[in-house]
């Protein structure tokens, strides 16, 4: 009775992941209760809603972008980066600065990494958390490493089915009825991602429900100027916001030297 054995050890990894991942919501869930009403006289700023919008690789994009249009930083069609004021405004200039390095010139890609782990980005995204309107890091983590975990549970549940298929044996059920167990831990697995994604949306989001609703309330009332906007455009929808064609030809570079 081989197949009894792969069916239990089926349940028993479904169960777990499925277990794991039903924690990790009930845990966020509790933290968006919690700051439901956080935010109510806060004004956003563009690196707060940066990184709420996108987290902190966001954050490093807008600060270039805003350099950029300052003309204090020259972003390249070729995809590098070179400083021309060294002098930073605020923090995360200085750390776009300093990611740089003292050569003046790097490649956009290691300047966004860099700048996305620096100190001042992690001192917004603290502040942001003890606001209410961030999410902290391990609810996030914890719900996307949930649900990868569910992933590979039913991945698993499919191998061990079909390993109790294909396995040989003289006596037991019909192959159709081996199956039909096998589909029960399956649709668990199944069933526990569609419920993560209608209940969760998007499994990592930076911003808490009162975050969220600053971000709305921030692209529906833009319009403090032309550079402002556009500015603000960028924080909320990332790079595919960037207007002219040497911008978007630099952080294109960026995109494909991060996938090499």
Do not use: K, N
């Amino acid at each position: 009775m081989l197949w009894v054995l792969l069916l239990v050890l089926a349940w028993v990894v479904a169960g777990a992941a499925c277990g794991r991942l039903c924690l990790a919501a009930v845990r966020a869930a509790a933290l968006d209760r919690r700051d439901a009403g956080a935010g109510g006289a806060h004004d956003l700023t563009l690196y707060e809603a940066a990184f709420l919008s996108g987290g902190p690789a966001r954050v490093a994009d807008l600060t270039m972008v805003a350099m950029a249009r300052q003309r204090r930083l020259l972003l390249a069609p070729t995809g590098w980066a070179t400083v021309v004021d060294p002098r930073g405004r605020d923090e995360m200039e200085r750390s776009v600065i300093g990611a740089i390095g003292p050569g003046g010139q790097s490649r956009i890609a290691p300047v966004r990494a860099a700048a996305a782990a620096a100190d001042a980005v992690r001192g917004l995204a603290d502040r942001l958390v003890t606001a209410g309107l961030a999410v902290p890091a391990g609810a996030r983590t914890d719900v996307a490493a949930g649900v990868r975990q569910v992933r590979a549970a039913a991945v698993a549940v499919l191998v061990l089915g079909t390993a109790a298929l294909l396995a040989p044996g003289a006596s037991g059920p019909p192959r159709p009825m081996v199956a039909l167990w096998f589909a029960l831990p399956l649709a668990l697995a199944l069933g526990c991602l569609l419920i993560a994604r209608g209940e969760t949306g998007p499994y990592a989001p930076w911003a808490s429900p009162a975050g969220q609703r600053l971000l709305g309330a921030l692209a529906r009332h833009r319009g403090e100027g032309d550079d402002h906007s556009y500015l603000t455009s960028v924080a909320v929808r990332g790079v595919r916001a960037v207007g002219g064609p040497e911008l978007r030809a630099a952080f294109g570079h960026r995109e494909a030297y991060e996938r090499d």
